[in-house]
């Protein structure tokens, strides 16, 4: 399995990016994928998940309405739009298959 994720930057409040992860090594079209972030001095957390042919999609409360997970199988890619961005957005993002996890991709949202 490896899982490439890239997208991250530096970005002002109120701005958007998009996160990527290029999946391999697996049927990407059969399972459930998921972001989790980590932010300094905090634990990983999940951000966003989203079912195997993307029907189902769950989001932590704190970035509800602002982020959107979606998939596209034919790329083995999975991707997380990224709007309205907060301050406490900053972190390192992590594309996730159960125990398997990118490098990570850092996001800093500052002015």
């Known amino acids: 399995v490896q899982l490439v994720e890239s997208g991250g930057g530096l970005v002002q409040p109120g701005g958007s990016l998009r996160l990527s992860c290029a999946a391999s090594g697996f049927t990407f079209s059969s399972y459930a994928m998921s972001w989790y972030r980590q932010a300094p001095g905090k634990e990983r957390e999940l951000v966003a998940r989203?079912?195997?042919?993307?029907?189902?999609?769950n989001y932590a409360d704190s970035v509800k309405g602002r982020f959107t997970i979606s998939r596209d199988n034919s790329k083995n890619t999975v991707y997380l739009q990224m709007n309205s961005l907060k301050p406490e957005d900053t972190a390192v993002y992590y594309c996730?298959?159960?125990?398997?996890w990118g490098q990570g991709t850092q996001v800093t949202v500052s002015s």
């Open positions: 996730n298959l159960h125990n398997h």
């Open positions: 989203i079912s195997s042919v993307g029907g189902s999609t």
